[in-house]
Every structure is written in C-alpha cells, then in structure tokens.
C-alpha cells in the first residue's frame, strides 16, 4: 500500500494577486502554514485549485514551484482530467514527473461518456502515466458517477492505485470498499464523510478545510484511522459549523476567504467565480472571532 498517501491530503488552493496572476508569495506563505501542521501530502492543481482557469503553463509552475519550497518534504499528487483523453494523455506525456507521488485525475466532464468510455478514458491515461493514478469521482462537479462497478473495473488496472471518492452514495461506497483489492486505496473526496468512509476501511481525505484548518483536519483523520471516533467526531461536529461556507458561493470562494480572514493568502478567485459575499465574509468572521 502506498502508506505516503494514508491520512489528510489537502486539495491546495492557487493564490492569485489582484490582477490575477499567481501569487508564488502567498502560495509560499500556504505552503509553509500547512507545512507546519500536521498534514500527509499536498494536492496541486485540483478542483480547488482553480483548475479549470489555469493553463498549462501555469500549472507546470505550481508544480516546480512546490517542489523548490517544499520545507517538509511532503509528497504531492498532481492534478489533470477533464473530458478531451487525447490532451490529458499529451499532458502527462510531456510533464516533469520529479517529485510527485502520484496524478490525482477527475472523471470526464460536461461530454458525460458512458461507463464503458471512462474505463476507457482511465486506462488510457494510466497507460502512459509514468506515476501512478488516483481515480476522482465527484457526480456533483461532473454531470455523471462513476459507478461502483466501474471503479472495480479499473482497480485491475496495475497502474490504478486508487480512487478519491466523493459521492454521497454510501451504497456505491461500501460495493468499492467490499469489492476492491486489498491493496487499493479508497480516499474521502468529502470533508465531512470522512469518519464514516474511515470506518468502512477509507484510508484518509483529500480536503478543502486543511488549506486552513490543516491542524483540525489531520487531527480528526489521526483519531478516526486510530479508532477513537469518539474523538474525531467531537472535531467533526466543530468543523460542520464552517463547512457548508466553504461551498455556499462556489469552491474555493469560501475557503480563499477564510484563508484572507487569517492573513494567509488574499482572497481573489478567477471568473466564473467571484469574491465572497459580504454575507459570506460576516459569516466565515463569526467562525474565527
């Protein structure tokens, strides 16, 4: 089992300046805070990192960014999907893969292909990534689930190691978690069904929160894979009284604007999305007053 990616990974947010370029200062500040506070393994260039608005050339630059300022040595999965294979199949071709643990690529979108494609999509990615692949279903972003018998499917695959799994169907999860390869690895797409998804044999999260509540999260995931889930839920049902902010104008609005209430990073956001809400803003300062 791939022990590097057990516990809390956090889905690392991509800083923007006000004119909307990168800012590898902040995104440093990040690094170093999150760094400091107990988490496993960092994510780039994911959902939550504003994927879907950066290039490639930019992306490529978070990416060696992260591995000259990586004071902790942590391991970083690296993010690409999307609904084009051909392109994500370039992609991971042509990227510098020093570094990186693992890709973390989300199920095709918006073309919404049928199980059969996706497995197809999958494999072909796998088969030319020189690292291995961690699937990502997430129904909510992608129009479409990947089923649990498609899941299954793919874990046959000796480059496919795991899945991030974020539906909220725990039937389908419990089909993964019953039907998997003892060696796969099923990891929580969602913050707050992380302690029930560990007690059914989940390994761990990729998380949202951790960008700012780093310490909060790896300590509830260290409590629940030691069992105590008495402990974890009590920082569970802590972390439920911010988490629906996290999403109620888009991800990462909310999170950005808890991580500028900190003084971490600024709060900007590329189109479609845009800054948080004044309502937002008083709501996220209630939590940290």
Same mark, same amino acid.
């Given at each position: ?8 990974? *956090?889905?690392? *947010?991509? =800083? ?15 690094? !170093? ?18 994927? #879907? ?40 071709? !042509? ?32 088969? #030319? ?67 029930? %998804? ?6 761990? *999260? ?8 780093? !310490?909060? %999260? ?13 402990? #974890? ?10 988490? =629906?902010? %996290? ?18 990073? !600024? ?18 300062? %209630?939590?940290?007053?």
């Amino acid at each position: 089992m791939h022990e590097t990616l057990r516990g809390t990974g *956090v889905a690392l *947010v991509t =800083p923007f300046k006000k004119n909307l370029e990168i800012d590898f200062d902040g995104f440093k500040r990040l690094l !170093d805070y999150i760094s400091d506070n107990g988490v496993n393994y960092f994510v780039v260039n994911g959902t939550t990192g504003e994927s #879907a608005t950066t290039n490639k050339s930019e992306k490529h630059q978070l990416l060696d960014f992260i591995r000259k300022n990586n004071k902790s040595n942590l391991p970083v999965v690296y993010g690409t999907g999307g609904y084009d294979t051909a392109d994500i199949v370039e992609h991971v071709k !042509d990227l510098d893969w020093t570094g990186t643990e693992a890709l973390l690529s989300v199920s095709p979108y918006y073309n919404r292909p049928s199980q059969a494609g996706i497995i197809k999509h999958y494999e072909a990615i796998a088969d #030319a990534c020189p690292r291995p692949v961690i699937l990502y279903n997430v129904p909510k972003r992608t129009g479409a689930n990947m089923k649990a018998s498609t899941t299954l499917e793919l874990a046959k695959h000796e480059n496919i190691i795991g899945i991030k799994e974020a539906s909220p169907d725990f039937g389908q999860i419990i089909d993964i978690m019953a039907g998997k390869p003892d060696d796969f690895l099923v990891i929580s797409g969602d913050d707050m069904n992380t302690i029930p %998804m560990i007690s059914l044999g989940c390994v761990g *999260v990729i998380s949202v929160l951790a960008n700012a509540l780093p !310490d909060k %999260m790896s300590e509830m995931v260290k409590l629940a894979l030691s069992g105590n889930f008495s402990g #974890a839920s009590k920082i569970l049902f802590e972390l439920n009284e911010i988490n =629906p902010h %996290m999403y109620s104008e888009g991800s990462p609005v909310g999170v950005k604007q808890l991580l500028s209430e900190m003084k971490i990073i !600024d709060n900007y956001v590329r189109l479609p999305h845009v800054e948080a809400s004044d309502q937002l803003k008083e709501k996220i300062r %209630m939590y940290i007053s």
